[in-house]
């Protein structure tokens, strides 16, 4: 892993700022010992910020919720003792009143909290007039405007430090996640706030231990500043989030294999190449819209040509032959069904929204 020097975290007072900035602990703080043990191993990494989470949202009564202050305690410990940086997760005014009073170094906000302006406005304005780093998760559900108004909350209470963690979405749908990545939310997110540093959270994305390198490399290609990565002394000993959770060791073979790649490069021969390529990319773009709009007008004829014969628009069995016809032909080159199905489904759309439209005029 070769480090490359990271703007964004310039003034957050760290000794490495270096990308990717790396937040790793326990999801939950159980023990003194773990929590101590866990720290040593980390620090011994020259990880400089932990995490472990004091109290605990969790979807059904009766797990566990946290050791709660006495966890805090504990985290002053890790900041006297082994010398790192500490985080943990906000839910409430209390629990930021606690987390100041025990003097946490960095807290963030979960996602089921920062879903809530309700409660996001409340830690905001708890925050008012402290100097604190605030990292805002992404809320549970896949929406971008949410995430924005909460770290506008926080900016509004004049915290300057703030960045955001990006854990997935929930979905209804079983898939290899536990929480899908949706990672065109997070790219939007940045397009609107560029200033707002990224962290990717594999372990809540992942949900498990087998898919955490995968996931973290995908955030380093897409330019994430960091990664926040659940580690515990003891994984499947957690009493939270185990199938996630990894040794320090295991987290020094991640790092150790990530690619890091930079956003831009000096060398005058790859910056002439990627242009030549950017042109022939712009050149098919080109071509695609014009064929796409040759396509439409086609469409349109077909539309007038209905309206005159009193024929409905959508043809069930003709759209049938087209999917079919061009997933068949799909096999022949190398794109993905979804891909193909994606594209006509959206083709074909707009052709019966122009056809509605010749319909109604
Ligand atoms: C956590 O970081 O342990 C946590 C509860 O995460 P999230 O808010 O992303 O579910
Ligand atoms: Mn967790």
């Known amino acids: 892993m070769n480090a490359i020097l990271n703007q964004p975290f310039k003034n957050w007072g760290l000794q490495n700022t270096d990308r990717p900035l790396i937040i790793a602990g326990p999801c939950s703080a159980e023990s003194e010992e773990q929590v101590m043990d866990t720290a040593q191993q980390l620090k011994a990494m020259n990880i400089e910020i932990y995490r472990a989470g004091i109290w605990k949202p969790r979807t059904r009564p009766n797990s566990f919720e946290g050791v709660g202050s006495i966890g805090l305690e504990w985290l002053r410990k890790v900041q006297k003792e082994v010398g790192m940086k500490v985080s943990t997760e906000v839910a409430n005014v209390k629990h930021v009143y606690e987390a100041l009073r025990f003097g946490v170094d960095i807290i963030w906000i979960g996602a089921r909290t920062s879903a809530n302006p309700f409660a ?17 998760k992404n809320p549970v559900n896949p929406d971008v405007e949410l995430w924005i108004g909460a770290i506008e909350r926080i900016q509004g209470a004049g915290i300057t430090r703030v960045g955001a963690i990006h854990r997935g979405f929930s979905s209804f749908d079983k898939t290899r996640y536990r ?40 955030a380093m290609d897409l330019n994430y ?42 060398n005058q021969e790859f910056i002439h190449n990627l242009e030549d390529l950017r042109h022939q990319i712009d050149k098919y773009d080109d071509e695609l819209l014009n064929i796409i709009e040759e396509r439409m007008k086609v469409a349109e004829k077909i539309g007038m040509y209905k309206k005159k014969n009193n024929i409905t628009i959508l043809q069930p069995d003709r759209w049938n032959e087209i999917l079919e016809k061009v997933l068949d032909k799909g096999k022949k080159y190398d794109l993905s069904d979804e891909f193909l199905a994606n594209i006509f489904k959206a083709i074909h759309q707009e052709s019966i929204n122009k056809q509605t439209h010749i319909m109604n005029e």
């Open 120 to 136: 996001m406005q409340e830690i905001a304005d708890a925050l008012k007039g402290v100097d604190i780093p605030v990292f805002v």
């Open 179 to 218: 929480n899908v990545p949706q990672w065109q939310l997070p790219i939007e997110l940045r397009r609107k706030m560029p200033n707002i540093p990224m962290l990717c959270d594999p372990s809540h994305i992942g949900g498990r231990r087998d898919i955490l390198q995968e996931i973290s490399q995908k």
């Open 225 to 266: 500043d960091g990664l926040i990565i659940e580690t515990h002394c003891n994984p499947d000993k957690a009493w939270s989030d185990a199938a996630q959770q990894i040794t320090p060791t295991e987290l020094g073979k991640l790092l150790g294999k990530l690619v890091l790649r930079s956003l831009n490069s000096d």
